[in-house]
C-alpha cells in the first residue's frame, strides 16, 4: 500500500521560512513525478511545484524565486523549501505522485498518490 506523508507545517510570519518534507513508502517513486499542491479556504487546490524524475523543476509563478522543490530518491522523499513566506501562502499543503508520468506537470489528474496534508499558516 502506497502513502506518501507529509511533515514539516505550522505557524510562521510573514517573511519567515518553513520547509515540508513528503516521505513515501509502499514504491519507489524515482522513476516517477512528484509534486507540491496546495488548497486555502473557500478555493480550489492549485498547483505548487513538481520534480521529475530526470530533477527538471516547474513552479507556479506565485511562488517562483522563494519555493524551491528537491527530492532524495535514497530516502524516496521530496521536499519543499519555503522562504520569504506571505499571508498568501496561507494552505493546506498536499504531496503527490504520479504512477505514471516521469516529467513534470500541473495537471492535478497527473497524479495518483496523495498525502493527506500538512497546515501552513503565514501571519502578517
Known amino acids: 500500500q502506497v502513502q506518501l506523508v507529509e511533515s514539516g507545517g505550522g505557524l510562521v510570519q510573514a517573511g519567515g521560512s518553513l520547509r515540508l518534507s513528503c516521505a513515501a513508502s509502499?514504491?519507489?517513486?524515482?522513476?516517477?513525478?512528484m509534486g507540491w499542491f496546495r488548497q486555502a479556504p473557500g478555493k480550489e487546490r492549485e498547483f505548487v511545484a513538481a520534480?521529475?524524475?530526470?530533477?527538471?523543476?516547474y513552479y507556479v509563478d506565485s511562488v517562483k524565486g522563494r519555493f524551491t522543490i528537491s527530492r532524495d530518491n535514497a530516502k524516496n522523499t521530496v521536499y519543499l523549501q519555503m522562504n520569504s513566506l506571505k499571508p498568501d501562502d496561507t494552505a493546506v499543503y498536499y504531496c503527490?505522485?504520479?504512477?505514471?508520468?516521469?516529467?513534470?506537470?500541473?495537471?492535478?489528474?497527473?497524479?495518483?498518490?496523495w498525502g493527506q496534508g500538512t497546515q501552513v499558516t503565514v501571519s502578517s
Open positions: 509502499g514504491r519507489t517513486f524515482r522513476r516517477n513525478a
Open positions: 503527490a505522485a504520479s504512477r505514471d508520468y516521469s516529467y513534470s506537470s500541473s495537471d492535478y489528474s497527473a497524479y495518483n498518490y
Open positions: 520534480h521529475s524524475w530526470s530533477g527538471s523543476t
